[in-house]
């Protein structure tokens, strides 16, 4: 599987964003995509993940209420809508799609088996 990110860019704080991860040559038995994100000097956190089938989420407790994750299977793509947005959620922002065959949603980097290039969220005060 290919992703491809987008959406990002330069807000203020307070603002919005929504990005998008589409999935080319998605596996039938691929069942969730994570977000994560990595600003300068740290590690690669967890943000959200959803489930394709189900819908289910998952939130980091930073960013439960602001961000919400959504899928649209009929075009393969995957929705990160980002509001209220602070300076500390600056950061590259990755998609990733889970190993095959792995149900439910993941917190753990090591269950995500394909990654995007990322795109840069930069959030002024």
């Known amino acids: 599987v290919h992703l491809a990110e987008s959406g990002g860019g330069l807000v203020q704080a307070g603002g919005s964003l929504r990005l998008s991860c589409t999935a080319e040559?998605?596996?039938?038995?691929?069942?969730?995509i994570g977000w994560f994100r990595q600003a300068p000097g740290m590690e690669r956190e967890f943000v959200a993940a959803?489930?394709?089938?189900?819908?289910?989420?998952t939130y980091h407790d930073s960013v439960k209420g602001r961000f919400t994750a959504q899928s649209d299977n009929s075009k393969n793509t995957v929705y990160l809508q980002m509001n209220s947005l602070k300076p500390e959620d600056t950061a590259i922002y990755y998609c990733?799609?889970?190993?095959?065959?792995?149900?439910?949603?993941?917190?753990?980097?090591?269950?995500?088996?394909?990654w995007g290039q990322g795109t840069q969220v930069t959030v002024s005060s």
């Open positions: 990733a799609s889970a190993q095959r065959r792995l149900l439910g949603v993941w917190t753990d980097r090591s269950k995500y088996a394909s």
């Open positions: 040559g998605r596996e039938s038995d691929s069942y969730s």
């Open positions: 959803i489930n394709w089938v189900s819908g289910t989420t």
